[in-house]
């Protein structure tokens, strides 16, 4: 049995009058790899804000490795060696990739051993081409690899990513599946997706949200010939 | 990589001393002294700002800070360098409470801008108001709008009735400008600068790799404020009066134009743009034909206009452009043309 990772109890997380999760208990396993699927508005995003210490949830309890981390900054939850993306690619934009990942890695080991890291990173993902290069000036689909690329840097042993192919062409998902297969050997890896496709492609657990709350929690075959979920992605009464 | 920095930082060092030493035979070192005091401040504000990406609208309270904590200081001490080393320290933690409150309580630029600017305020309505008896450190009376003159002026360190003035007062603000300068170099060539510069970019992006963005804000404000404090210092040896002109607002507005005009995110670029616009104030008050802070608002609006990044990184990309790499241009277009090729093919 692996250890748990990452664990959530009674989560809930309310705006005004708004309930954008409600009550969920969710729980990973070392090395896992769990997507989290829904509709929009489903309270995915929330939920993840709620982990990595972009917000505070209003009650319930998030554990990693049994340390409980509810309401911590999302600097401390880093510093733990967890991996964040966001939805939105947060990327120093004025720096060239090679500083970037040097950043990343700096905050675990000296400077030297920093830059070693980021040339090993560089190679590992590709990115030998632009390491030079400003983030600013690179494409969509690059900048999210290299986002990645800060994230494997720190060497997480949980990664959470929130909507890692979003906007990108096909090549760059293959690429993507590959990394993020990559990280699963190590770390233990949640995605916040909409693509189908890439989630097949990974072919994974996948919890369900709607509404908030837990749908249902399964494999990513069975989660897609439910019933159920396929009305609730469709918009139909089930 | 380094070997290239060594030689960097000799040729600047070189280039400091032919201009130290070349300056005093056009300008008087009277007028010059008060330059190079007006380029450190610059450079405070230059490196919490352009590297640091943190807009402070009251760098003029450190200054002012460091100027009456000298004064005060020198007056109860009776010689410098003790006044000295307060008057780094005391403008410095003061920045670091302030700066804890700020960055601490995720103030955002604006508030902030508006909080350093209150304060500046503050203390400038404070220390004008500080004119009756009642008002006293130690020995030294505050003097309200007066300000504080007759105060112990720099001598040398153990030897309080060997005064440093005129000529050698330039010469030592000359060296400690270049001392500074050297110093911000060194801190952001460091972790803590690329970090700093990181934050500038990108700070949630800083904050989910593991810093605590708030605490190196916290510090680095600290460090532009003992540099400002510095300068506040010398000013004050400069002048031989402190007054609570030193705080005014208008000082504030001068220090951000200085580094806009001469070009944020550059070392060299606020210390030319505060030497020079205040050599320009300078020689336009000695005529009385035209009102001088209408000629200072059109330089800035033409500056922002034309030329927003500065002097400095306009001067440095005309240089790469007409001297820089002309070989490694020519080939990355070949190169180009080859892809277009390719891509047509």
Redesign the interface.
């Known amino acids: 049995m692996a250890e748990t990772v990452l664990e959530t109890t009674g989560l809930t997380m309310r705006f005004g009058g708004v309930v954008a999760t409600d009550n969920v208990n969710f729980s990973l396993k070392a090395r896992e790899l769990r997507c989290l699927i829904g509709p929009n508005g489903a309270g995915k995003s929330t939920f993840f804000k709620c982990i ?1 210490g972009l917000l505070t949830p209003s009650e319930g309890q998030v554990f990693m490795r049994n340390q409980e981390t509810t309401g911590w ?4 939850v ?2 733990l060696g967890v991996g ?1 993306k ?1 939805q939105v690619p ?6 060239t990739v090679v ?2 990942i ?3 890695a ?3 080991m000296p ?1 030297k051993e920093a830059s070693d890291k980021a040339q090993d990173v560089i190679e590992r993902l590709a990115l030998g081409s632009i390491a030079k290069a400003e983030l600013g000036r690179l494409a969509h689909g690059e900048r999210q690899r290299v986002e990645l690329g ?1 994230v494997v840097a ?1 060497d997480p042993w949980l990664v959470l990513l929130d909507e890692p192919a979003a906007g990108m062409t096909a090549g760059d998902v293959d690429r993507m599946s590959a990394i993020i297969d990559e990280m699963t050997r190590t770390a233990a890896v949640v995605i916040v997706e909409h693509d189908m496709q890439f989630i097949r492609s990974i072919a994974s657990t996948v919890t369900v949200f709607h509404q908030g709350a837990i749908l249902m929690e399964d494999h990513v075959d069975k989660v897609m010939a439910d019933p159920i979920v396929r009305n609730v992605y469709l918009g139909k009464k089930a | 990589m380094s070997r290239s920095w060594g030689r960097q930082d000799a040729a600047t060092i070189v280039a400091a001393i032919v201009l130290i030493w070349l300056m005093p035979l056009l300008i008087s070192t009277y007028t010059l002294t008060v330059l190079v005091i007006y380029g450190m401040l610059a450079l405070s504000l230059g490196l919490i700002w352009g590297f640091g990406g943190i807009l402070c609208f009251g760098q003029a309270a450190f200054f002012g800070l460091g100027a009456y904590t000298y004064a005060i200081a020198a007056i109860n001490v009776g010689e410098s360098t003790l006044p000295m080393i307060l008057a780094v320290f005391v403008p410095a933690l003061f920045a670091a409470l302030l700066g804890a409150m700020m960055f601490y309580g995720r103030l955002t630029d604006v508030y902030l801008g508006v909080i350093t600017l209150v304060v500046t305020l503050i203390l400038f309505k404070f220390v004008n108001s500080s004119a009756g008896p009642q008002y006293v450190i130690g020995e030294a009376r505050l003097g309200g709008f007066n300000g504080i003159p007759g105060f112990h002026t720099l001598n040398i360190p153990g030897q309080p009735d060997e005064y440093i003035w005129g000529d050698a007062l330039y010469y030592v603000c000359a060296v400690a400008l270049l001392a500074v300068y050297f110093l911000v170099t060194w801190l952001l060539r460091s972790s803590f600068g690329r970090i700093a510069i990181g934050i500038r970019e990108n700070e949630t992006r800083v904050s989910l790799m593991g810093y605590d963005v708030r605490a190196r804000k916290t510090i680095l404000f600290a460090i532009g404020a003992a540099i400002a404090g510095l300068a506040g210092a010398l000013f004050a040896n400069w002048g031989e009066i402190v007054t609570p002109g030193l705080f005014s607002l208008g000082q504030s507005a001068e220090i951000i134009i200085w580094c806009i005009v001469g070009g944020l995110g550059t070392r060299l670029g606020p210390i030319i743009g505060a030497a020079g616009l205040a050599y320009l104030k300078f020689l336009l008050g000695q005529q009385s034909l035209i009102d001088n802070t209408l000629i200072m608002g059109i330089i800035l609006v033409l500056f922002v206009l034309f030329l927003p990044k500065g002097i400095v990184p306009a001067v440095a990309s005309l240089w790469k452009a007409s001297f820089g790499r002309r070989s490694g241009r020519k080939s990355a277009r070949r190169r180009h043309m080859r892809r277009v090729d390719s891509a047509n093919g």
């Open positions: 990595t900054h999302p600097h401390e880093a510093s964040i966001t947060n990327v120093m934009d004025g720096l500083e970037n040097w950043m990343a700096r905050r675990f400077s800060l720190a």
